[in-house]
């Protein structure tokens, strides 16, 4: 078997360039129900990323059924 360490090491200097570069993506954490609104590390921001444009999936009959 080869060096399994070799690759690891890629990984983390190509991981460290980026952080360098000011390039390296976190994923952002949302809180809340899925809707027009989401919570995003404290701050509640315009969702532009549900289909919940009209609001109803916090609807009572939608979330009951």
Same mark, same amino acid.
């Given at each position: 078997m &080869?060096?399994?360490g070799s690759w690891e090491r890629d990984l983390g200097a190509a991981l460290?360039? +980026?952080?360098e570069k000011d390039l390296y993506r976190t994923r952002?954490? &949302?809180t809340g129900p899925t809707g027009r609104?989401?919570?995003v590390e404290g701050r509640r921001? +315009?969702?532009f990323c549900?289909?919940?444009?009209?609001g109803l999936?916090?609807?009572p009959t939608?979330?009951?059924a």
């Amino acid at each position: 078997m &080869g060096d399994t360490g070799s690759w690891e090491r890629d990984l983390g200097a190509a991981l460290h360039e +980026l952080k360098e570069k000011d390039l390296y993506r976190t994923r952002r954490v &949302g809180t809340g129900p899925t809707g027009r609104y989401a919570v995003v590390e404290g701050r509640r921001c +315009l969702s532009f990323c549900s289909n919940d444009y009209l609001g109803l999936a916090n609807h009572p009959t939608v979330v009951s059924a």
